[in-house]
């Protein structure tokens, strides 16, 4: 994929046409071209070229996308940093990905330059907001083959072994392609981005940017009642956002006041999800397609999206064709239509592996097949359904209790606004179940959330599951914590809980 051929035919064929809005600025094709050209040539007189790390330590902003963009024009390998890593968290990641320049935002609790010594790699930091002092004309055209590297993704950014997606410059086509295939995305539309760019999920929507036409409208941070305005205000089309965003929005009590009816479709990401969260948001925006959709960091998201014919959002869709997925079990045997195991996947999008990690790698890739870590099965039309995540499963005397199941049951009961379900140990069982709910506020005249009490939610999922999968304990929060994609945060309610025990 050629960036700088892209970017220039879109500065001639939209010149004048919004490409990005970002706190009212409004970045035309032409000069979204413009700028991405002067950051390449500031880049290349510093000495980056092709394989060269250059790591994005931003929120979102104009900035990250001119950065992606001009790192990928001179074949360098782009390392986004997620802008809550503290300072162990980058140094880690900044060392195991031999980052030789740093592009990044001034934060008051973290010193840059300490930064920078501990990483014997990095020569350079930008900080923005980056100034042009003189213009680049002469830039080679860097000669990139579809195997070169591309991009560093971190999962986390943990001290101890980051662990690093690798993706290539061919994978740079999955998204697109998949978009292609599953929607009918056209210069005419308008997307709100409200994830990081750090995450694929917000890469995602630059590649729509610059692939098909359209308008990005650029959020820093979700924050649900400016997500709606902004909907509101520049005529969004389409979205793709996670559940606990979706239930953001749906706590809002103004919600009822946006004007939604501009939205054509909006995609659910982070499977498994409740289907009742999107049906509670259609009422909001019914000239909507409601779309489920499923896929990794490794895998070139999305692989598997809800047609635009169906309206089965309990599933997470059917596959793209330019990947092969299956079920099979612990023995890596295919299962039949209905049964559950193991979602793998195969095909030209899954990543070169874990970068510096062949040990994790070879876990994860195993005779050409991805093993995803997601429970699932397939039903006799070929929709798949995600049940959970082989460590969400629990198992309690010897019973299988999928977590999301479980945490389905309770968003049926009119006052839960969110739920976390986690496996604990037991003496007796082994594991038990245990539920974590916030209630939605309760309004003056009487909510839904009014005198709720742990009793009745435990009565409630009695009539809507077997008894061995009823929590066997219930906490009612104010909150859950959260990722910075916006996805409830289980391993810290885990960490929480064992905290406490001990």
């Known amino acids: 994929m050629n960036i700088q051929k892209l970017l220039q035919e879109n500065s001639e064929k939209y010149a004048q046409k919004p490409a990005l809005i970002f706190q009212d600025q409004v970045v035309t094709f032409s000069a979204l071209y413009e700028n991405v050209l002067k950051l390449t040539g500031l880049l290349y007189s510093r000495d980056i070229g092709k394989s060269d790390k250059v790591a994005i330590y931003l929120p979102n902003c104009l900035e990250y996308v001119y950065s992606y963009l001009a790192c990928f024009c001179l074949g360098a390998v782009v390392v986004p940093l997620d802008y809550m890593l503290k300072s162990d968290e980058l140094v880690s990641c900044l060392g195991h990905s031999e980052t030789k320049l740093l592009i990044a935002k001034a934060k008051k609790d973290l010193s840059l330059e300490d930064i920078k010594k501990q990483v014997p790699s990095l020569q350079e930091i930008l900080l923005t907001p980056i100034e042009y002092n003189e213009t680049y004309s002469q830039i080679p055209e860097a000669s990139i083959s579809p195997k070169d590297p591309a991009l560093i993704m971190y999962t986390s950014g943990t001290t101890g072994k980051p662990k690093g997606i690798l993706l290539n410059y061919r994978h740079l086509e999955g998204s697109p392609r998949a978009m292609e295939y599953f929607v009918d995305l056209s210069d005419k539309d308008i997307k709100l981005v409200a994830i990081p760019f750090s995450h694929i999920g917000g890469f995602i929507y630059i590649q729509n940017c610059v692939i098909f036409g359209i308008t990005l409208v650029i959020m820093e941070r979700f924050q649900p009642y400016e997500f709606l305005k902004d909907v509101q205000k520049y005529q969004v089309t389409c979205f793709h956002i996670v559940p606990p965003m979706y239930n953001a929005l749906l706590s809002l009590k103004q919600l009822e006041e946006f004007d939604l009816s501009s939205l054509r479709w909006v995609v659910v990401f982070g499977a498994p999800s409740s ?149 604990i140990p037991d003496a007796l069982k082994g594991e038990a179940v245990k539920a974590f709910v916030v209630l939605k506020p309760a309004s003056p005249a009487g909510g839904p959330g009014e005198a709720v009490t742990v009793e009745d939610l435990r009565y409630f999922a009695r009539q809507h599951l077997a008894n061995f999968k009823v929590p066997q304990s219930i906490d009612i929060c104010e909150v859950l914590p959260k990722n910075r994609t916006g996805k409830i945060d289980k391993e810290a309610l885990k960490r929480d809980f064992e905290t406490k025990v001990v």
């Open 275 to 423: 289907p009742e969260i999107l049906e509670r948001f259609h009422k909001y925006c019914p000239n909507a397609r409601l779309l489920n959709g499923w896929g990794m960091t490794e895998t070139c998201p999305p692989n598997t999206v809800t047609p635009l014919d169906s309206d089965n959002v309990a599933s997470v869709g059917k596959p793209a064709p330019h990947c092969r997925i299956k079920i099979v079990d612990e023995d890596g045997r295919e299962l039949a239509v209905n049964e559950v195991g193991e979602v793998v996947i195969s095909g030209w999008i899954v990543m070169d592996g874990y970068y510096k990690d062949e040990e994790t790698t070879n876990a994860m890739l195993r005779n050409g097949w991805l093993h995803t870590g997601d429970l699932g099965r397939f039903d006799s039309e070929g929709f798949l359904y995600i049940v959970g995540r082989k460590k969400e499963m629990i198992k309690v005397a010897g019973q299988i209790v999928y977590a999301p199941e479980v945490e389905a049951s309770f968003y049926k009961h009119p006052a839960v606004q969110e739920v976390a379900v986690i496996g």
